[in-house]
């Protein structure tokens, strides 16, 4: 016999749950109490939308459902941003939620809220723990729904006093999903369309990409003639070393792949859907020939034109692809290599420009580029949104699936909780965090987190004292008219200090390649404040020749 509460985190373990975040709270006492002899780690979050990102950031490095735990009312307020975000990012998220007691409900209680109106449109399911003989199984169901068919986030409500009632009940066996397998006629069509196609474009993206996965798909593309490009801010789902990589669509991709996007005469999506961002506001690539490789099968969030759905994960479609000199028809490698070689003008790292030292700050293509050099190649990047990210984007590769991870709805304060739980994830790894300064305030707290689980990332902000995305609207619609946009900002370097970490402020180019091998050699969490003109906006999309030598902030 034990109580509701214990049996839950029996189940999280009986799934093989290795840590959890949160923001503890009175109204799930119990579960917490279960935790304290459970071998899950316990990382205690300093806010409960960094407990969510810090879960979503685990889903989305490791494949399984990462999970939160916060309580009623305020916290599952908190909570909202990373449930959007796991809702539109389709990542896999379990967001356990205490409730006031069930003979309280309908009295506005303390803190009381209805979870279901709160979470219904931006949850995959919304459960409520209602008999104390269920615990496990609402468990299980959590789990398996979070991952089933399009990932997405589900809400799991705790009655305060259905916790602590006694369950006679025990775990249940994880409920395993078989891998379909998408069949021969399924792939015999792939293969006519793609042996019939003079320009075939093939975008990668989503959770749950496997190494070998991801090397499979890319050696055959390469072999078959077809170039890869990344979603937004999923772009990792390759490597950047294939012969095949085009770089990716969404905000700061290059004009040229939006061009190849239109001249594109089919496309082949593994792992995404056409969305609103790669496909600048759905506008391009609406009507070619389009075949989507993706498990949901409803295609939901897909806009668009559909000729075929194979509805199966990327790692059985990668097991399936045909011999790849079956699908190249009259393809010579003119198309595949046009596109790769756009991808490397565009992300050629630049000479610095001596002029920067005169006092307008660093040059962020000249850093970045530097990161990219410095940093060993599987390093994990995470970011936050805005402008800052950019350069990031620009000139930081990935080695391949697990290395990324950003918000693909555009979610401020990411960057430092991801970060966070990426080093909890992979402690032998370095980890980096781009972040703007505006969105690093939005929960720098979270490195209080690191501090206290000897977490060392290096996080980079880039600090231009404004709201850079929002000052880049306002001065397309109404130049000259600055308004609610500026932000004072404190010394970075000497903040992270409060935390152990070593700290830099670099207000010069030339500054920035000590200060990181200063931050790296030191071994503990580090942060690095470059100080950029406020006129700064990020580099021109085009790279033409003449953009890719002398492009930049200006």
């Known amino acids: 016999m034990t109580s509701a509460g214990h049996l839950i985190v029996r189940q999280l373990e009986a799934h093989g749950v290795p840590r959890i975040y949160t923001v503890p709270g009175e109204s799930f006492l119990d579960v917490l109490d279960g935790l304290h002899d459970s071998p899950i780690e316990t990382v205690v979050c300093r806010h409960e ?5 810090m879960a979503l950031a685990e889903s989305r490095l490791t494949g399984t459902p990462g999970i939160a735990m916060v309580t009623r009312g305020p916290g599952a307020a908190n909570a909202m941003i990373a449930v959007h975000t796991a809702w539109q990012d389709a990542t896999a998220l379990v967001l356990f939620v205490g409730l006031v007691p069930v003979g309280d409900r309908g009295r506005d209680a303390f803190q009381e809220f209805s979870l279901e109106g709160w979470f219904s449109t931006t949850a995959k399911r919304v459960l409520v723990l209602e008999d104390e003989l269920r615990a496990a199984e609402v468990v299980a169901d959590a789990m398996r729904i979070a991952s089933a068919g399009r990932p997405g986030p589900v809400i799991v409500g705790l009655p305060e006093d259905v916790l602590v009632r006694t369950a006679s009940a025990g775990t249940v066996p994880p409920r395993q999903q078989s891998a379909a397998d998408p069949g021969a006629p399924a792939m015999q069509e792939f293969t006519e369309r793609l042996s019939a196609a003079g320009r075939p474009l093939m975008i990668v993206g989503g959770d749950g990409w496997a190494a070998r996965d991801s090397h499979e798909l890319a050696r055959w593309a390469a072999a ?24 990716w669509l969404g905000y700061g991709r290059a004009d040229t792949l939006a061009q190849r996007l239109d001249e594109a005469d089919l496309l082949v999506y593994v792992g995404c859907a056409r969305t609103d961002v790669p496909s600048d506001g759905y506008t391009r690539g609406m009507e070619t020939p389009t075949v989507l490789v993706l ?7 897909h806009a668009g034109r559909i000729d075929q759905h194979i509805a199966v994960q990327p790692a059985s479609f990668a097991a399936a692809l045909p011999d790849p000199d079956a699908v190249s028809g009259e393809r010579d490698r003119t198309w595949v290599k046009a596109l790769a070689a756009d991808q490397q003008r565009f992300c050629a790292p630049r000479v610095p420009d001596i002029q920067k030292d005169a006092g307008t700050g660093v040059d ?15 390093r994990v990047v995470t970011y936050g949104a805005g402008n800052a990210t950019i350069w990031g984007h620009r000139y930081l590769a990935h080695s391949g699936p697990g290395t990324l991870v950003g918000p693909r709805n555009g979610a401020m304060g990411l960057a430092v909780p991801a970060a966070v739980a990426a080093s909890l994830v992979h402690p032998s790894r370095c980890v980096v965090a781009v972040c703007g300064d505006g969105d690093f305030l939005m929960n720098a707290q979270e490195l209080a987190v690191a501090a206290a689980h000897g977490a060392a990332p290096l996080v980079i902000v880039v600090d231009n004292g404004i709201y850079g995305t929002i000052v880049a609207h306002q001065q397309k619609h109404y ?11 404190p010394d970075f370097a000497g903040w992270i200090a409060n935390f152990g970490g070593h700290g830099e402020r670099v207000e010069k180019t030339s500054e920035f390649g000590p200060a990181l091998d200063r931050a790296m050699e030191s071994g503990r969490l580090a942060l690095i404040h470059l100080v950029v003109d406020p006129k700064l906006m990020p580099p021109e999309a085009s790279n033409s020749e003449q953009t890719a030598s002398a492009g930049g902030p200006a």
Do not use: K, M
């Not at 949901?296 to 969030?301: I, L, R, V």
């Not at 970045?368 to 190649?377: E, G, K, S, V």
């Open 49 to 53: 939308g960094g407990a969510g990102f």
């Open 224 to 247: 078959a003639r077809i170039p890869v490009a990344g979603d937004w801010r999923a772009y990792d789902a390759v490597s950047h070393q294939s012969p095949a990589f085009a770089g």
């Open 295 to 301: 498990p949901d099968p409803e295609a939901s969030g």
């Open 364 to 378: 962020l293509a000249a850093a970045f580029a530097l990161l990219d050099q410095r940093l060993p190649q599987d």
């Open 479 to 489: 130049p000259g008219r600055p308004s609610g946009t500026a932000i004072p900002n």
